[in-house]
């Protein structure tokens, strides 16, 4: 059985254009699923839908086989879902976020006390837990909505932009939690446009753009499709490199230069070329993550 089915999903929003256009996505059970895209490609209004929080204009959803047009009540008791907006009363205690939560699907206070414990001491808000939530931080905000998203421990977790607005360190803490999570059987779907993010949680992915379905499948493979990255070498002595036989350079200044480099080619011989000329590397790096090169050839493909 699958996590996730949608079939010929559309959206609609009055006297205006389409959000969604007959979207088809399938999450395998088990799966660390990423839909990207940009500000306003679509992913929120997907997961809202998921999550009933936005209406449909057609199509169908059903969540480990629940419909959630006639089993919604069954399929939210699989769901967990953590949406961007922090959406908790913020003058209750941290721990009463997660019990009374709990308690909304018929979970006894004995244990949703113990599953609560558990959360926050995985998510590092344990010693938070008796402080309104007023006083927390964004970032334990966040992981506060993650918490109470799991406290019933759906088979499904979905999150929309949890790291926006979320500092680099807290952000790879909650990776790595997120990837325990996964490890241990959970299916989560992530919505992100940090395509690094992406990268290293996701194992299948679909790219969304003006509410379609652009690309689609695992990562490793979406990646083999990148036919060229961008790679900037930093020099070890200040240099004027004027050409490389055969790659496309661009010199950002006498101690730095990008180099094009098609699938086909090699790096070393960048290196060895540079060699030849006497100018030595001291280090290198891509310009930008390898899915954030492949998401824009997709979209520039996708404009023409």
């Not at 607005?165 to 992100?192: A, P, S, Y």
């Not at 036919?227 to 010199?251: C, M």
């Not at 790096?267 to 290198?284: C, E, R, T």
Request: glycine share 8%.
């Amino acid at each position: 059985m699958n996590a996730l089915d949608i079939k010929g999903l559309t959206k609609r929003y009055k006297n205006g254009p389409l959000a969604l256009e007959r979207i088809d996505l399938t999450v395998k059970k088990g799966d660390f699923f990423g839909l990207i895209g940009a500000n306003g490609a679509g992913k929120t209004t997907l997961i809202g839908i998921i999550t009933d929080l936005v209406v449909k204009t057609g199509g169908k959803i059903s969540i480990f086989g629940y419909d959630i047009d006639t089993d919604f009540d069954k399929a939210k008791t699989v769901m967990g879902a953590v949406p961007q907006e922090i959406n908790f009363n913020i003058f209750e205690k941290v721990s009463d976020i997660l019990i009374h939560q709990a308690g909304f699907y018929g979970i006894s206070k004995s244990i949703a006390s113990k599953r609560a414990g558990r959360y926050l001491k995985q998510l590092g808000l344990w010693d938070k837990r008796n402080t309104k939530a007023n006083s927390l931080s964004g970032g334990m905000k966040k992981r506060l909505m993650i918490a109470r998203s799991l406290v019933h421990e759906p088979s499904l977790l979905i999150l929309d932009e949890p790291t926006a607005g979320v500092d680099v360190e807290l952000r790879h803490q909650m990776w790595d939690f997120l990837k325990t999570l996964n490890r241990e059987g959970k299916t989560i779907i992530l919505t992100t446009h940090y395509l690094e993010e992406a990268e290293y949680l996701c194992k299948n992915l679909s790219i969304i753009d003006h509410g379609k379905i652009v690309e689609r499948g695992s990562t490793r493979e979406l990646l083999s499709k990148l036919d060229r990255q961008t790679v900037i070498f930093y020099l070890k002595t200040p240099a004027e490199v004027k050409s490389l036989d055969g790659y496309k350079i661009n010199q950002i200044d006498d101690m730095t230069i990008e180099v094009e480099i098609a699938k086909n080619q090699n790096i070393n011989k960048v290196v060895s070329l540079l060699d030849k000329q006497g100018i030595i590397i001291n280090g290198m790096r891509n310009r930008s993550n390898r899915l954030e090169e492949l998401f824009f050839s997709i979209l520039g493909k996708n404009e023409k």
